[in-house]
């Protein structure tokens, strides 16, 4: 298996919404991360866990909330979300501290704050 | 800190062209170097990667040299077709952090 899994594809949720995104790996790969995504734009890094703990926050806000259950696994909670939060969310995952592996992203979900 | 340059698009092209992106960096150390694929409403994909100075990445006819002496990883392809028409991306990770650091960014359209 040399994907990255992310659920759901799209998202639309009101402010006062709690709801969670989901990222599955099976490659063994213990680094894993989260980038948010606007049009026409680089991604930005927002978390990146290694071996299950979270190593770099990039001072995102409060209202998002990531969870690493186990190495397979990476979500991210969101709740209170403004409407300018709405991009493309994507997960990434890499060989831990290896500067030679580039990362395996998922196809991101889309996500709509109204 | 570490930083990735590539030039403005979009960038259009007619079929069987030849494509070139350049790209050019600042990091500290050796860095390994890469080049992301996005096709419309999809997330990025590998498209190639060189670790050390004077590597040739190659996949599905794009073409990139690590060039430590010009700082530079421009992307290549002879013929570019209709389906190569994405947002390309340039991107280096260095030392042993888990950071990917990325470019802007090209759009290319190829056009009949």
């Known amino acids: 298996d040399t994907e990255v899994t992310q659920t759901p594809k799209h998202l639309v949720m009101g402010m006062t919404n709690k709801k969670s995104l989901k990222c599955e790996q099976h490659?063994?790969?213990?680094?894993m991360y989260w980038y948010k995504q606007k049009a026409k734009k680089p991604p930005e890094l927002m978390f990146v866990?290694?071996?299950?703990?979270?190593?770099i926050n990039e001072s995102v806000p409060s209202r998002f909330s990531p969870e690493c259950p186990n190495s397979s696994l990476l979500n991210l909670h969101l709740h209170a979300l403004q409407p300018e939060d709405s991009a493309l969310y994507l997960c990434?995952?890499?060989?831990?501290?290896?500067?030679?592996?580039?990362?395996?992203f998922g196809s991101g979900t889309r996500l709509t704050v109204v | 800190g570490d930083s990735v340059t590539q030039m403005e698009g979009p960038v259009t092209l007619s079929e069987e062209a030849f494509l070139t992106i350049n790209c050019t960096y600042t990091a500290t150390g050796y860095p390994s170097l890469f080049w992301y694929v996005q096709y419309p409403g999809e997330g990025l994909q590998l498209l190639l990667k060189a670790t050390k100075a004077d590597d040739k990445g190659s996949n599905k006819g794009f073409e990139a040299t690590y060039r430590k002496e010009t700082t530079s990883f421009h992307l290549e392809k002879g013929s570019v077709q209709v389906s190569d028409s994405a947002v390309y991306f340039c991107a280096l990770r260095s030392g042993g952090g888990n950071k990917l650091t990325f470019g802007t960014g090209t759009q290319l359209k190829v056009e009949l």
């Open positions: 990434a995952s890499s060989q831990n501290h290896d500067r030679g592996e580039g990362y395996t």
């Open positions: 490659m063994g790969h213990r680094a």
């Open positions: 866990y290694s071996y299950e703990k979270l190593s």
